[in-house]
């Protein structure tokens, strides 16, 4: 069933569908008592982040590795 939620990044109303909830629980293997907490967009935007981050965190590490600042 479609349930609607509040979107803790962004304060929006979204609706986690019934094929969405099947796969959170069902293919990525979540805790049956977990929800979505964020809507696609918020979800995107963090993920892109988090890929933004690690490439940074990464360069910064073969930099320091190789003794430049650059």
Not at 1 to 22: H, L, P
Not at 48 to 55: F, W, Y
């Amino acid at each position: 069933m479609d349930a609607v939620f509040k979107c803790e990044g962004c304060r929006e109303k979204f609706t986690w569908t019934a094929d969405e909830q099947k796969a959170w629980f069902e293919e990525y293997r979540f805790y049956v008592d977990s929800q979505a907490r964020h809507c696609r967009e918020c979800r995107i935007e963090h993920r892109h982040l988090a890929a933004l981050r690690k490439e940074y965190d990464e360069t910064v590490g073969e930099a320091r590795g190789q003794g430049t600042a650059e």
